[in-house]
């Protein structure tokens, strides 16, 4: 009985080592892990704050071009605000006292353009009929003072 005691003892020797060793590799391997988790998470946390860095500066330049879209449509309705303000005095409206002041902008200049157009067919029409006018006008005159032109020498002879 004491051999198999010391087989026994022997045996659970044997175990106990390898359980030790099993224990030791598992504890490396475990030591691994934890390294290799702690590796992933600081490469995680790398690229967050690299996908963070990107993000901001995408939003940065996003923001700019949006402030100068902005600015530069500010520019514009300044502009537009100064023309009408300008066209507005022109044709003689005070701005500030009327209500709807690009209606009547507009409507004014409907009724310039109306007024106008239609100077511009008397205007025209005036100058056809002078043109017409004018052609037969100077051959009469030359016609009356060829008739005439002898009569205004023989008036002066006698005048003399």
Known sequence: MAEWWVCRRDSLQEKTVEITELKAKLHDKANVEEHLASANNKISEYERQELARDSTTKLKNELTETMRTLED????????????????????????????????????????????????????????????????????????????????????????
Do not use: C, W
């Not at 353009?113 to 025209?124: M, N």
């Not at 043109?131 to 030359?142: E, P, Q, T, V």
């Open 73 to 160: 449509s500010r520019s514009r309705e300044r502009q537009l605000l100064e023309f009408r303000n300008v066209l507005a005095k022109v044709i003689g409206l005070e701005i500030e006292a009327t209500p709807v002041p690009d209606y009547e902008i507009i409507s004014r200049l409907e009724k310039l353009v109306e007024a106008h157009q239609s100077h511009l067919q008397a205007s025209q029409a005036l100058e056809a009929g002078l043109r017409h006018m004018a052609s037969g006008f100077r051959n009469s005159y030359d016609e009356t003072m060829s008739v005439l032109s002898p009569l205004n020498k023989s008036s002066a002879e006698v005048s003399k």
